[in-house]
């Protein structure tokens, strides 16, 4: 008997070695990287299966952002000047707390761009509606004194579900020089396409 179970033993010794060393063998295979965006034949994209949208036309870039940071941005660079160029983007979470658009509007711009010690002109506010319901659009100018810089940002703020979110444009250009109206009508266009594809995670609590 003594010799049967030692006789065990060294097979289930000699079983674990094989075990340890061909454990990369059994390590389940990592699943490839999630695909945030998804190009569709009819020329819209789907990010991470949450927005569909008419993406800006080259040369705006896709912005790499964290994959799983649901905003996201597209930005154009130009050589026209310095500076030059325009962002817009997609924010679940905008500067602010109050769900009251027009209150929403001064605690944003308290924070939009701070570090670039930008003086915003008192926005325009425009009342007009996103998804079926109540949305605001603030546009406004913003000066950078110190290096004569500019910025033409226009911000709309909408509801998804009770709560606000925000598409961002900003076009930045030397005090002296115009803007380009075809990235604001980028940027519109973007926005008009945007859909939601399934109810938020707050929607569904």
């Known amino acids: 008997m003594i010799f049967s179970l030692t006789g065990l033993w060294r097979q289930l010794v000699i079983l674990a070695i094989l075990l340890l060393f061909s454990g990369c063998a059994w390590l389940p295979t ?45 930005m154009k660079l130009c050589r026209d000047s310095y500076p030059c160029q325009s962002t817009l983007a997609y924010a679940e979470e905008p500067f602010g707390y109050s769900l009251d658009f027009e209150r929403r509007v001064p605690e ?41 810089h500019k910025v033409w940002s226009k911000i709309v703020f909408a509801r998804r579900g009770e709560r606000v979110v925000a598409f961002y444009y900003t076009q930045w250009r030397p005090a002296e020089a115009d803007y380009d109206q075809a990235d604001v009508e980028a940027f519109d266009r973007f926005v008009e396409t945007f859909r939601y594809l399934k109810p938020s995670f707050y929607e569904t609590l």
């Open 30 to 74: 990592p699943a490839p990287p999630p695909v945030v965006l998804q190009v569709q034949e009819d020329g819209t994209s789907v990010w991470q299966d949450e927005f569909a949208f008419v993406p800006p036309p080259a040369p705006w870039e896709l912005v790499q952002l964290d994959e799983d940071d649901y905003s996201l941005a597209y």
């Open 108 to 148: 944003f711009f308290k924070r939009f761009l701070w570090a670039s010690r930008v003086q915003f002109a008192k926005p325009t506010l425009e009342k007009t509606t996103l998804f079926g319901k109540e949305a605001l659009i603030a546009d406004t100018e913003g000066i950078e004194p110190v290096k004569g």
